[in-house]
């Protein structure tokens, strides 16, 4: 991968009014901004659809899941919406935020091009976590939620 290329971050919720807009902000607040943001609702019964449609960027995209199917089915329809050289759906929840230069410490540390189609079972998620230790940024697991 090379500084320019596009990253697909997908971040799945449920019930999530109380913290979603913290960890789209994280994401979209980046200081890497060449990158798309799935935000896939997997059927909330609370306002956190409504609280989504109030963030106006065009580099969010929401995805409403007509059933709850589970956080697998939510990421899995995110990856397959996203169009960017590099995909990531783990470790990011809609529990948590994405601090600093999180972004850019992923894309520096990829070597060629990369797209994760399954991450949910811990490579890229491990992968992600040590490259942002080592770069000093990661993600903070907001445990009130």
């Known amino acids: 991968m090379q500084y320019g290329d596009l990253i697909s971050v997908v971040i799945p919720t449920y019930n999530r009014a109380r913290s979603i807009r913290r960890a789209v902000d994280s994401v979209l607040n980046q200081s890497y901004a060449n990158l798309e943001l799935f935000v896939v609702d997997d059927a909330s019964t609370d ?21 709850n199917a589970g956080a697998s089915a939510a990421r899995k329809a995110g990856i397959l919406a996203a169009r960017g050289d590099l995909a990531l759906s783990a470790p990011l929840q809609s529990d948590c935020a994405a601090l600093g230069h999180l972004m850019e410490a992923v894309l520096a540390a990829a070597p060629g091009t990369l797209c994760a189609r399954d991450c949910t079972r811990g490579g890229l998620a491990s992968a992600v976590n040590e490259i942002a230790l080592a770069a ?6 907001d445990e009130t939620a």
Do not use: H
């Open 136 to 141: 000093g940024v990661g993600v903070v697991l």
């Open 47 to 67: 306002n956190t659809i409504e609280l989504l449609a109030e963030i106006k960027d065009p580099r969010l995209t929401v995805i409403r899941q007509p059933k």
